[in-house]
């Protein structure tokens, strides 16, 4: 288990409680939507995570040690955390000088330093602003390398907030694509969304939050499948996921979830006219 | 119908770009035409947008070539300030436009600068706060509402200004999906209800098409596309520039390619499972040898 959150609970100073007697447990090469509306608890649930809150009941383990034991910039060694503004973690004149921050922090070696660089550079596409300020790129450059500043560290845990905000079809895919990588390689990731076609075509394992709590967790169609989930959650399920169900209460059983895969099971299947 | 405006051969390469922005653009709408415009980033959409408040060439540094006409006018004849009461602009984070702590005072601020005389202010404000039905966000701090509110703030600001043109750049990509289908239902109802014209430069377009008279795909500081939405999405050309079909859209097409008809292209689940007439209990007793019943379906086909 690369992170454990037992019964936790916080509230804040105001009196605001946030997270309610939550507990989950994110095991290495997971890859999770959590989802809910503004509000529900996720925020405060990875900030707990990452150590800039701790609990006010319960405890969160990272890699077995309590969040509590441990500082904030130990714990980003284990957990990278990318905010849904870029602009909140941007700091460095250059874009290669972003990328630098976090190994230098490490104490990593000049050559060391470089190489990951370079690489980082290469494989976000960034080649080309190496020399630029962070703040004179476009908002979704910024965002690239934000995220590249942090992966650069090559954490076993990625948590991003809200990713796919503002991002064409293409970045996306890419980012998707990263997703399938880690887990391949067995690093997790969280993903705080409320993008359900992008969390339900790359994610696993679906985490619902409402009102502090854990509403949901479990496989994608049990989750996004569910009726009375979605509503209390106020979430809307994925076109197709939906229209799958919808089929199946008519006494249709459409499998897959690609548009082609679909397709070729309503036309073997279905022989029904289309009317206009 | 009426010209709202037109771009001929506009090309716009900003100060020490490598490429141009824009590049021999032209487009041109009717009044009250609603046109989504869509691409990948940085294919110059908000360049285009820019082109058409004024922006560019009035305030913008940079190589502009070619001819922007409003509502029958160059645009580089006309001041921006009186531009500004014609073409209306909500941008993407609302943060970007809102100036005023509190929602009337920011919703005044372009009527005021207008040099309006109070009543007449006050007359705008209540009309504009009405239209986008934030009435009772009157006296609250902007700072304190959602994303969602606060873009329906900006899209009242604008209002304010009565434009007969008005441009949304990319406004639904900072709210949750529930908050960015109303917000694009109100500005499709607005549309309607005041004769605007309407370019949304928009991600989301299984949200924006059903209010669209026009598809606009733009690639490399061009246009690529130009369409009624069903032309566009069919004409398969909008993946291989990187735009994500609607999903139900992208089933549609497919089921298309099997040899089913679609007239309007469904864009939501409940359109196509309200065209495609996909009834189970049909089709168990098509199952149980109702052959009768499963020839007059064929037929039908």
Not at chain 1, 89 to 115: H, K, N, Y
Not at chain 2, 106 to 114: K, R
Not at chain 2, 189 to 194: D, F, G, Q, V
Request: with cysteine; charged share 25%.
């Amino acid at each position: 288990m690369i992170v454990e959150i037992e019964d936790v609970s916080y509230t804040y100073p105001s009196g605001a409680s946030a997270v309610e007697g939550v507990s989950l447990r994110v095991a290495r090469g997971e890859t999770i939507a959590l989802l809910g509306q503004s509000g529900a608890g996720k925020s405060t649930l990875m900030k707990l995570v990452i150590g800039l809150l701790h609990p006010t009941r319960g405890r969160v383990l990272v890699e077995g040690v309590a969040t509590t034991r441990t500082t904030v910039a130990r714990l980003a060694t284990t957990v990278g955390y990318v905010f849904q503004n870029p602009l909140h973690q941007l700091f460095a004149p250059t874009v290669a000088d972003e990328l630098a921050l976090g190994p230098r922090a490490r104490r990593t070696s000049p050559g060391a330093i470089r190489e990951r660089v370079e690489a980082a550079l290469a494989a976000h596409d960034l080649d080309q602003y190496r020399l630029r300020h962070p703040l004179s790129l476009s908002e979704g450059e910024r965002r690239r390398v934000a995220l590249a500043s942090v992966l650069v560290g090559e954490p076993p845990l990625l948590v991003l907030d809200e990713p796919t905000v503002g991002q064409d079809a293409l970045a996306k895919q890419r980012l998707g694509a990263l997703l399938a990588a880690r887990q391949a390689e067995r690093r997790s990731t969280i993903v705080v969304t409320h993008d359900v076609e992008f969390a339900a075509a790359w994610c696993h394992r679906f985490t619902v939050m409402a009102g502090g709590r854990v509403l949901a967790d479990g496989a994608r169609d049990r989750v996004l499948g569910d009726r009375q989930i979605l509503e209390a959650a106020a979430l809307r399920p994925p076109a197709l996921l939906d229209l799958r169900l919808r089929l199946a209460e008519r006494g249709i059983v459409v499998d897959g979830d690609r548009p082609e895969e679909m397709a070729d099971r309503l036309i073997s299947d279905c022989r029904l006219p289309i009317a206009e | 119908m009426t010209r709202a405006f037109a771009l001929h051969d506009v090309s716009f390469r900003y100060p020490r770009a490598a490429r141009p922005a824009l590049e021999r653009v032209s487009l041109a709408a009717d009044v009250g035409e609603f046109i989504v415009l869509a691409g990948r980033s940085g294919c110059g959409k908000s360049t285009l947008l820019r082109c058409l408040n004024g922006l560019i060439p009035h305030l913008a540094t940079g190589e502009f070539a070619g001819r922007v006409e409003v509502f029958g006018r160059a645009i580089d004849e006309v001041p921006p300030h009186r531009l500004a009461g014609e073409v209306g602009f909500v941008f993407q984070n609302p943060e970007d436009q809102l100036v005023a702590t509190v929602v009337e005072s920011d919703v005044a601020f372009g009527p005021e600068n207008l040099g309006l005389p109070p009543e007449a202010i006050r007359a705008r404000v209540d009309a504009a706060l009405r239209q986008v039905g934030i009435e009772v966000l009157r006296e609250r701090s902007v700072h304190e509402l959602s994303a969602g509110q606060q873009q329906k703030v900006a899209l009242a600001a604008s209002l304010a200004m009565r434009p007969a043109l008005l441009l949304l750049d990319e406004p639904t990509s900072q709210l949750d999906p529930a908050s960015a289908e109303d917000f694009l239902h109100l500005v499709a109802r607005l549309r309607a209800e005041a004769q605007l014209t309407v370019v949304l430069a928009e991600h989301r377009l299984d949200l924006a098409l059903p209010y669209a008279d026009r598809l606009v795909a733009m690639a490399d500081g061009q246009i690529v596309v130009d369409d009624p939405p069903a032309v566009a999405l069919r004409g398969g050309r909008l993946g291989e520039l990187g735009i994500g079909l609607p999903p139900v859209a992208a089933l549609a097409l497919a089921l298309e390619r099997r040899g089913w008809q679609f007239g309007r292209l469904p864009l939501s689940v409940d359109e196509l499972v309200g065209r495609a007439r996909m009834d189970g209990a049909t089709r168990r007793r098509e199952r149980e040898g109702d052959g009768a019943r499963r020839d007059r379906a064929r037929g039908e086909a």
